[in-house]
């Protein structure tokens, strides 16, 4: 089953204890992102990768870390987290082609709390 | 920089039709999305425009005009498994990773 996937689901942590949430995606997509979701905010990008060894920041990058050494895996890092980051965070993958202009297909997203 | 705009909610009786506005102001569009996001779910996919018109899928249909910067989703015949968050979406053409999203329509429909 073509799928994304994301883990740990949920997570409840301590401020300044590093983590790591990762992604996977088999349907060899190029295109990887990361947003977080808050109340009255929408989803905002925090990193997203073209391809393999290729990234950038998307709007919210700071305390973020992200690595794309291999196609299918995009693993977010926080770090030293803060309660700031307690928010609900989604990976998406997308092969860009097509008429569906690079349509996205999100992972079931990973609810983080930072006490 | 984008700025994109939607209305916080909207409220429609079963079998009814609701339009959902996006209006959005862009340095570069390069292409508009529309997704459903059901409670506790992650969004799916409805449709993209690029270039101005109406694109119908089913009883969804989505509208673009680049000169107004404007787009609406047309849901008809609206069902109840249709309450959801509809969430608008633009690519720039300064960078095509890079994608800005609306704070999303809350649609709740009654019967």
């Known amino acids: 089953e073509a799928q994304v996937t994301q883990n740990p689901r949920y997570l409840i942590t301590v401020t300044g204890k590093k983590l790591t949430v990762t992604c996977s995606q088999n349907?060899?997509?190029?295109?990887m992102s990361w947003y977080r979701q808050d109340p009255g905010l929408g989803l905002r990008q925090i990193y997203y990768s073209m391809n393999v060894e290729v990234t950038d920041k998307g709007d919210v990058p700071e305390g973020y870390k992200v690595s794309r050494k291999e196609k299918r895996n995009f693993p977010l890092i926080l770090e030293s987290p803060s309660p700031n980051q307690t928010s609900l965070y989604f990976c998406a993958s997308s092969s860009g082609l097509g008429t569906s202009g690079g349509e996205q297909f999100f992972g079931p997203g990973t609810r983080l709390t930072v006490l | 920089g984008q700025n994109i705009d939607q209305p916080t909610e909207m409220t429609a009786t079963e079998g009814a039709i609701v339009q959902i506005n996006c209006t959005y102001q862009t340095s570069g569009f390069n292409g508009l999305f529309w997704y459903q996001q059901h409670a506790g779910e992650a969004p799916t996919f409805l449709s993209y425009n690029v270039l101005d018109g109406l694109e119908e899928k089913g009883r969804f249909s989505s509208f673009l005009s680049r000169s107004k910067g404007y787009s609406y989703l047309l849901l008809k015949e609206l069902q109840m498994k249709d309450s959801a968050s509809y969430l608008c979406a633009v690519k720039s053409m300064d960078s095509w990773g890079k994608l800005q999203f609306g704070a999303g329509t809350q649609v709740v429909v009654t019967p």
């Open positions: 349907m060899n997509h190029e295109y």
